[in-house]
């Protein structure tokens, strides 16, 4: 297969990132990684936000501060294009709506299931490979992600990011400093190790177990107890309450399956998924001993996302009948969504004419525990 070819080895596969762009925010490898199941698959934790948890809120006040720039900059080339009379060319008009449009806002479009069944194996590994931009063709095909039975136990996993992109340039990736960052996370000596669980569903087949392993990535990316909460743990829908170390705020996290696929042979197994991120600051925060110092912030933005993640699973060991290691290739593509409440938002989003702000690749090792 294409993947297995030496020039193929040697090109690092995908993770995860934020809606990189700073109005829509954006930390370093590994903040909610948990969220990184992506509802049912294991995913390196940097789709989330990055390396430092601890910096979420404080980076989605940034993002709302630079929002404000933006839109101070916008209304003051309105009132000079007033002044020429070119008012209508100041910013795009865009109509308003309300706060529970974020659960439906539409960035990309999907086939249906009926439909994308029909487009052939050996799509998963030619949109990694060959590292394609456009938003995926397939639909929610599937229920969930059925994995083989050699999947089943409890595996020790090593997840290495080798490559980040950004297709729209630096600035809508979240800027200098956050791509610079994400590049600094590139390597061997940066990989991020935790646990990973597949069950049966009870009718026979594999599946991730999705808490489990939400907690097991949380516990090594955000600290032991940071997973507050897991209210709703489906294929479809995962939410939760995160408490990141050294953050006195909570997060809540829910992530929607918009498109599913799978492909396997008698050597390999390729799937991804498609879903929406929405991650909001908590009403409440956590206990705290200390008054801090600064007055509470104003309201801080809810953050929306939509991932592509990609993984090509290769088993070590399937013709000798025991498989205790999985070699797997990892692509991201984090999508914006256009905002029908912030015209700086949407403008960025037609920046990208329907390519991804953020890819990354990973090489992903799962060796088996029990």
């Not at 487009?119 to 998963?124: A, D, F, K, P, Y």
């Not at 290495?160 to 992109?165: D, F, I, M, Q």
């Not at 042979?265 to 206990?287: L, M, Y």
Request: aromatic share 8%; net charge positive.
């Amino acid at each position: 297969m294409l993947r297995n070819q030496p020039i193929f080895r040697s090109i690092p596969l995908v993770a995860s990132a934020l809606l990189a762009l700073r109005y829509v925010f954006q930390c370093r490898n590994a903040a909610v990684l948990a969220l990184q199941l992506t509802i049912s698959n294991v995913y390196h934790p940097s789709a989330l936000w990055g390396n430092h948890p601890s910096k979420a809120l404080t980076a989605l006040e940034a993002n709302r501060n630079y929002a404000d720039a933006k839109r101070t900059s916008s209304r003051r080339r309105f009132v000079q294009a007033s002044a020429l009379g070119g008012i209508t060319a100041a910013i795009p008009h865009v109509v308003p709506s309300d706060a529970s449009s974020a659960d439906t806002p539409a960035a990309m479009t999907f086939g249906s299931a009926a439909s994308s069944v029909e487009l052939g194996s050996g799509l998963l590994e030619s949109r990694v490979m060959e590292n394609l931009m456009n938003p995926p063709t397939y639909g929610l095909e599937i229920p969930d992600i059925y994995y083989p039975s050699y999947f089943a136990g409890v595996w020790e996993a090593s997840s290495v990011a080798t490559r980040v992109e950004a297709p729209c340039g630096v600035p809508l990736f979240g800027g200098n400093n956050t791509f610079t960052a994400a590049q600094n996370d590139l390597g061997k000596e940066k990989a991020l190790g935790y646990r990973a669980r597949f069950v049966s569903d009870g009718a026979g087949k594999v599946v991730a177990d999705r808490e489990f392993n939400v907690r097991e990535i949380a516990k090594a990316t955000m600290g032991a107890n940071s997973v507050v909460d897991v209210p709703l743990a489906t294929p479809n829908k995962f939410c939760c309450l995160l408490a990141p170390s050294g953050s006195p705020n909570l997060l809540t996290v829910a992530i929607i399956a918009l498109a599913r696929r799978e492909e396997s042979n008698e050597k390999t197994f390729d799937c991804s998924e498609v879903v929406r991120q929405i991650v909001a600051p908590a009403n409440q925060k956590k206990p705290q001993t200390v008054v801090p110092m600064q007055a509470p912030s104003r309201r801080s933005t809810t953050l929306l996302k939509e991932i592509e993640t990609i993984s090509l699973y290769s088993p070590v060991g399937l013709e000798n009948g025991k498989v205790d290691k999985i070699t797997c290739n990892q692509r991201t593509a984090t999508f914006l969504l256009p905002s029908q409440e912030d015209p700086v938002a949407y403008q960025m989003w037609q920046m990208t004419r329907g390519r991804p702000i953020d890819v990354r690749f990973y090489d992903v090792t799962y060796t088996r525990q029990t």
